[in-house]
């Protein structure tokens, strides 16, 4: 069941998905829109910002995932290892992929958060529960974030998937990198994104 939070359920603003956006109660939770995410779709720089419930076992959370290619934005929630991310542009290549060696507490909610600058490596953070963690990165290119295509799927599960619960808060492509080594940058949006109840 998919809950539409004060009507914002994926509604963009400034080309990101709006705090409280969408939540996932990890039974068979998706949904699609037929028209790309729009703003700048081309930038440089994304921030991603989201609430996970993690029960210790392993789950995906996508965004952006289009049906005909491999385009997407997916995190992997591996409930005994810790997290990582894949990013693919246009053509499939994989232009971005990291692992975080940390864990996420069990049964209870954590706040994700990351800002990526592909054009300065110098320039990417990702939290976890406001501590900075360590980030191993594997792939890391100076390549414009692709998120054009067709319907494309949100979801905490797709094609079989474990499905997670979790609520997909902020995607934002504006070429606005957050640095997120500020405080304030980041309670911003944690106070934004609002715990899940």
Request: glycine share 8%; net charge neutral; proline share 2%.
């Amino acid at each position: 069941m998919i809950k539409d939070r004060g009507n914002k359920s994926l509604s963009l603003r400034d080309g990101g998905v709006v705090a409280e956006g969408v939540s996932f109660d990890g039974v068979s939770d998706y949904m699609s829109r037929s028209t790309d995410l729009v703003g700048n779709v081309d930038s440089k720089t994304f921030t991603f910002s989201c609430w996970v419930y993690s029960d210790g076992d392993a789950g995906k959370l996508y965004q952006a995932r289009n049906t005909t290619t491999a385009r997407y934005f997916d995190i992997n929630i591996n409930g005994q290892y810790g997290i990582d991310l894949v990013h693919k542009n246009y053509n499939g290549t994989t232009i971005l992929q990291f692992y975080v060696p940390t864990r996420l507490p069990i049964n209870t909610w954590s706040h994700l958060i990351m800002s990526v600058d592909m054009a300065d490596s110098n320039n990417r953070h990702v939290f976890i529960n406001q501590i900075e963690v360590a980030v191993v990165w594997q792939v890391y290119s100076n390549e414009n974030i692709q998120t054009v295509g067709h319907s494309r799927f949100v979801a905490a599960q797709y094609n079989g998937a474990v499905p997670i619960r979790a609520r997909l808060s902020n995607l934002f492509l504006d070429y606005t990198y957050r640095d997120l080594s500020i405080e304030s940058n980041r309670r911003l949006f944690i106070t934004e994104d609002g715990k899940p109840a």
